[in-house]
């Protein structure tokens, strides 16, 4: 941890270095419903040296690092998180596979935390947005039937 990231904080390995399960051209060409124009304007392709070398440069684990050959093309850093600071410059308005990461486990660099929430927590407010947008729907009308 350094000095001036208090003990806890996310240290950002994440956002220095990562896998997407989708290569940058095929985002382009068949972009994710939801955020898809963002995520094909954040992601920064890096080939799996370059990830790996990035993220132990940022202090993640190298047994964690993961950037394999066989996935070449799927590696990416974010054009929006601050190599100084280790915050995200878009943070109020990022993209929702950021503010679901880890996706309901425990993050897989070790800092157990989430937008400065414990996982558990995340998963809390998670669940309630969901059941909340599940009270507001509402269910189709039944068609009438024909004759």
């Known amino acids: 941890m350094t000095a001036d990231r208090p003990e806890g ?3 950002g390995y994440c956002c220095a270095a990562f896998t997407y399960p989708r290569t940058l051209s ?11 124009e963002m995520i094909a304007d954040m992601l920064i392709p890096l080939t799996p ?3 790996r ?3 132990e440069r940022f202090g993640g684990p190298a047994e964690r690092s993961g ?5 070449r093309g799927h590696h990416f850093t974010c054009r929006h998180w601050d190599e100084e600071t280790r915050l995200c ?6 993209p929702a596979m950021c503010r679901d990461y880890p996706y309901g486990q425990e993050c897989q660099h070790g800092c157990g ?11 809390r407010i998670r669940e309630e947005r969901w059941a909340n947008q599940w009270k507001a729907y509402e269910a189709p ?5 024909l004759p």
């Open 49 to 51: 040296k370059q990830a």
């Open 113 to 123: 935390r989430v937008g400065g929430l414990p996982s558990e927590e995340r998963m």
């Open 141 to 145: 009308k039944p068609a009438e039937r």
């Open 89 to 94: 410059t878009v943070y109020e308005d990022r």
């Open 26 to 36: 095929q985002i382009r060409r068949d972009p994710p419903a939801y955020d898809g």
């Open 53 to 55: 070398e990035r993220y």
């Open 9 to 11: 904080a996310c240290p």
């Open 67 to 71: 950037f394999r050959w066989k996935s």
